[in-house]
């Protein structure tokens, strides 16, 4: 008999959405999917209630946490800018969620994957800042999505970039260079000081980090592993790391808490010996 493997509790903040005048909280589809398929996790959606949701507890009951991509943008107040038309549209209901999320989540050692806005998201809630348009700066390349109905047009390969050598991302990759593709028109301006570079764009654009000093999985990536990740080799054991570095850490805190019950348990152990 197959052994089923534990699947771990990924939570995945939610966009806010407007239909008809009323608030829906949205998830994309690919993104749990990706989750369910190739990290072998459950994923579960934390809505965007700002303060509502409270980072410890809810970091408490969670294995990992995934910052999806969104139509919206990091409101650029938050990384000392002042909010123009190019960096429309906002979720700031998503920010005041997502932030306290992402200390939370490093600061006890969750595994994090963070995707395109949550890149993004990352890299201000560390202290670094955003481009609004990198398409319009000099010697940059066209990072936006293809303008074509076909989906797998819009998530076909764009573009090669650089692995860092002796990096997490080259280490998973097992190669130097991949193929992504490219679907953001927001890029990394100053990278902040608790990430490191794991892969550039020929044009010099960051496409992925590691949170520094990490004592668990900390990556982030520019581009869409999700999209149908189970049909590329790198997504496949992108995933696949952080449903397992989600497992060990369900692992350990299951360790924990049993831990934590016999020592609670042991004085009425000793006591009904006595007796």
């Given at each position: 008999?197959?052994e089923c493997?534990?699947?771990?509790?990924?939570?995945?903040?939610?966009?806010?959405?407007?239909?008809?005048s009323?608030?829906f909280?949205?998830?994309?589809?690919?993104?749990?999917?990706?989750?369910?398929?190739?990290?072998?996790?459950?994923?579960?959606?934390?809505?965007?209630l700002?303060m509502?949701?409270h980072?410890?507890?809810?970091?408490?009951?969670l294995?990992?946490?995934?910052?999806?991509?969104?139509?919206?943008?990091?409101?650029?107040?938050?990384?000392?800018?002042?909010?123009?038309?190019?960096?429309?549209?906002?979720?700031?209901?998503?920010?005041?969620?997502?932030?306290p999320?992402?200390?939370e989540?490093?600061?006890?050692?969750?595994?994090?994957?963070?995707?395109?806005?949550?890149?993004?998201e990352?890299?201000?809630?560390?202290?670094?800042?955003?481009?609004?348009?990198?398409?319009?700066l000099?010697?940059?390349?066209?990072?936006?999505?293809?303008?074509?109905p076909?989906?797998?047009?819009?998530y076909?390969?764009?573009?090669?970039?650089?692995?860092?050598?002796?990096?997490?991302?080259?280490?998973?990759?097992?190669c130097?260079?991949?193929?992504?593709?490219?679907l953001?028109?927001?890029?990394?301006?100053?990278?902040?000081?608790?990430?490191?570079?794991?892969?550039?764009?020929?044009?010099?654009?960051?496409?992925?980090?590691?949170?520094?000093?990490a004592?668990?999985f900390?990556?982030?990536?520019q581009?869409?592993?999700?999209?149908?990740?189970?049909?590329?080799?790198f997504?496949?054991?992108?995933?696949?790391?952080f449903?397992?570095?989600?497992?060990?850490?369900?692992a350990?805190?299951?360790?924990g808490h049993?831990k934590?019950?016999?020592?609670?348990?042991?004085?009425a152990?000793?006591?009904?010996?006595?007796?």
């Amino acid at each position: 008999m197959t052994e089923c493997k534990y699947r771990p509790l990924i939570g995945v903040p939610a966009c806010i959405k407007e239909l008809d005048s009323q608030q829906f909280h949205t998830v994309g589809d690919k993104y749990v999917r990706a989750l369910a398929v190739s990290a072998e996790a459950l994923p579960v959606m934390i809505p965007s209630l700002e303060m509502l949701v409270h980072s410890p507890d809810l970091i408490d009951r969670l294995d990992g946490l995934m910052l999806t991509g969104s139509p919206s943008n990091v409101h650029p107040s938050r990384y000392n800018q002042d909010p123009t038309s190019k960096h429309e549209p906002f979720d700031e209901w998503r920010d005041a969620t997502v932030f306290p999320l992402i200390r939370e989540a490093l600061d006890r050692g969750l595994p994090l994957l963070a995707i395109c806005r949550g890149f993004q998201e990352l890299n201000v809630a560390l202290g670094g800042s955003l481009h609004a348009r990198v398409h319009e700066l000099p010697d940059r390349m066209d990072h936006r999505r293809p303008q074509h109905p076909d989906l797998d047009v819009q998530y076909g390969v764009k573009h090669s970039i650089a692995l860092k050598e002796g990096g997490a991302i080259a280490a998973l990759a097992g190669c130097s260079e991949l193929e992504i593709n490219s679907l953001h028109w927001q890029a990394i301006d100053r990278l902040a000081d608790g990430l490191v570079a794991e892969a550039h764009a020929p044009d010099g654009t960051i496409e992925a980090v590691r949170v520094k000093n990490a004592t668990s999985f900390a990556l982030g990536v520019q581009w869409h592993p999700e999209y149908k990740s189970w049909e590329n080799p790198f997504s496949r054991r992108l995933f696949a790391a952080f449903g397992d570095a989600a497992r060990a850490r369900a692992a350990g805190t299951q360790a924990g808490h049993d831990k934590a019950s016999d020592k609670d348990a042991e004085p009425a152990r000793l006591a009904n010996f006595r007796a």
